[in-house]
């Protein structure tokens, strides 16, 4: 098993350009999360997605930020236009619905630098 | 709303010494909990998980854990610190009625010296 595919491991990019995180869950998992983890505010949930659905986007900071989940091996995450404030680790983790206890499978992250 | 709080950002130990990464969480309903281990530059990865049954519950590498529901907490605890040891822990509970959304704590950077 690959584990949750997340590219590219870094990206660095200018204020205001469009920035697409872009993350291939484990095959058979039907839930899908994004993180952002930063100092300041440590690890936070952006969003989820069941079965290619969003279902929760509440943490999704603000309209400059979207997510979409076109297929269950694929989904991405985009800003635009991109902040400084947006530098960050994003994360991306799955699971299956047949683990109950909720155990997620992290994705080795996405370092953003927004210069 | 559910919370979790780790105990000290930083903990540092000398290798060989007892680890103790301490995590308390509110809730009227004990929750599922967990404890996860972010090593540089990668991804959290689950040391250990407690649902129900057996309060002790033991993780990979060494690692356990005790929930204690008069406490609401769930200390992490290995005997002897290794090196390898060193990483930031996070501790999360999911609250059984709030859907699929786990909450973390803020972390604990765990240093070991030689």
């Known amino acids: 098993d690959a584990g949750v595919i997340q590219s590219p491991r870094h990206e660095v990019t200018e204020m205001g350009q469009e920035v697409t995180l872009r993350c291939k869950p484990i095959?058979?998992?039907?839930?899908l999360f994004w993180y952002r983890q930063t100092m300041m505010r440590g690890l936070e949930l952006l969003i989820y997605?069941?079965?290619?659905?969003?279902?929760?986007d509440s943490g999704m900071p603000e309209d400059r930020f979207s997510a979409k989940m076109p297929n269950a091996s694929f989904s991405t995450l985009k800003i635009q236009p991109s902040e400084p404030r947006d530098s960050a680790v994003y994360f991306c983790?799955?699971?299956?619905?047949?683990?109950?206890?909720?155990?997620?499978?992290f994705g080795p992250g996405t370092r953003l630098t927004v210069l | 709303a559910q919370s979790v709080t780790q105990l000290g950002s930083h903990v540092s130990v000398s290798e060989g010494a007892l680890v103790l990464l301490r995590c308390n969480y509110s809730?009227?309903?004990?929750?599922?909990l967990f404890w996860y281990v972010q090593y540089p530059n990668q991804g959290l990865q689950l040391l250990l998980k407690?649902?129900?049954?057996?309060?002790l519950v033991k993780g990979i590498n060494g690692f356990e854990a005790e929930f204690k529901k008069s406490e609401t907490s769930f200390h992490l605890t290995k005997p002897s610190a290794h090196m390898s040891d060193a990483a930031e822990y996070f501790c999360?509970?999911?609250?059984?009625?709030?859907?699929?959304?786990?909450?973390f704590g803020e972390g604990t950077q765990l240093t070991v010296n030689p």
């Open positions: 983790a799955s699971r299956p619905t047949s683990r109950p206890y909720n155990e997620q499978f």
């Open positions: 095959s058979g998992h039907d839930y």
């Open positions: 997605f069941n079965n290619n659905v969003p279902i929760d």
């Open positions: 809730s009227s309903v004990p929750p599922y």
């Open positions: 407690y649902t129900t049954g057996a309060t």
């Open positions: 999360a509970v999911y609250p059984l009625a709030s859907g699929s959304r786990l909450t």
